[in-house]
């Protein structure tokens, strides 16, 4: 699915099982802790999911640590996203000389908890999520486009960007997104970011989105280049 929604400069791995024989690096293993059977499985196949990606790409297969923030800390000269949900765990590296940044996430095609959606819909895209299809479940598809933003958004900026903070204008026509940024957006290549741009597929129950920001500062995702 990853292949539908990101540009040929992005090497990435997903996979639907997980293997009982993957490796974490001691550093991971800490980071851990005593994460239920769960949380361990999840974070171990996102591991290796990067780890493919980053051999796909040419780049040293290295321990990938998490940050204060929770995100993944990738090797010098390198940018990169891990999503998993049930039944998919992907990674999606990429040099940093082409792109500033960028963000995957995975969800199922079901609707968002109770309570959720409220969080998550605001404005316009309360209307999108109203008007509905009937081939993608439109809130969690609005969710996913949103945490795949967060992760692309995250790396270049400091403090949280709440669910209000983006408005999202879905295409569900043609697979593509873009979110208008209703806060000060990140500095890239001496270019202030107020939109970013990105992709979506539904596959098998699972809705996948990707964003990218070019290195020179273009909000990447509507073009696959
Ligand atoms: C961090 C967050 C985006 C993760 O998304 P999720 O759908 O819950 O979970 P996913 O499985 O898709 O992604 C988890 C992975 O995201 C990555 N991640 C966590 N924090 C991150 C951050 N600050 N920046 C980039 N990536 C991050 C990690 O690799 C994590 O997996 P790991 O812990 O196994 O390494 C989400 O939990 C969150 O905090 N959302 C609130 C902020 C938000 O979405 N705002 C909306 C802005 S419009």
């Known amino acids: 699915m990853l292949g ?3 540009p040929v400069t992005v090497a990435w791995a997903e996979t639907r099982e997980d293997r009982p024989d993957t490796e974490l690096f001691p550093i991971e ?24 990606a980053l ?6 297969v290295v321990a990938i640590p998490s940050g204060e923030r929770g995100e993944p800390r990738w090797p010098d000269g390198v940018v990169g996203s891990i999503t ?12 940093s000389t082409a792109l500033a940044s960028l963000g995957i996430d995975a969800e199922p095609d079901a609707p968002l908890p109770e309570g959720v959606l409220e969080v998550v819909a605001h404005g316009r895209e309360l209307d999108l ?3 509905g299809d009937g081939r993608v479940d439109v809130g ?45 957006g990140p500095v890239v290549g001496g270019v202030r970011l107020d939109e970013l741009h990105g992709r979506w597929a539904v ?8 964003v990218t920001i070019h290195a020179h500062g273009r909000a990447g995702g509507s073009g696959i280049t």
């Not at 051999?55 to 040293?60: F, I, S």
């Not at 596959?203 to 990707?210: F, K, M, R």
């Open 84 to 95: 998993h949900c049930e039944g998919y765990r992907a990674g999606a590296v990429a040099w």
């Open 203 to 210: 596959e098998d129950g699972v809705i996948g989105t990707a």
């Open 140 to 184: 969690r598809l609005l969710f996913s486009a949103k945490e795949a933003i967060y992760k692309a958004w995250s790396p270049l900026a400091t403090g949280r960007l709440s669910f209000e903070d983006a408005e999202v204008a879905l295409d569900l026509a043609d697979g593509t997104f873009r979110a208008r940024l209703l806060v000060p």
């Open 29 to 52: 293993r800490v980071a851990l802790g005593r994460a239920v059977p769960k949380r361990r499985r999840e974070f171990t196949a996102g591991r290796a999911c990067a780890r493919r």
């Open 4 to 6: 539908r929604l990101v």
């Open 55 to 60: 051999e796909r790409l040419g780049a040293p």
């Open 129 to 131: 999520v109203a008007g």
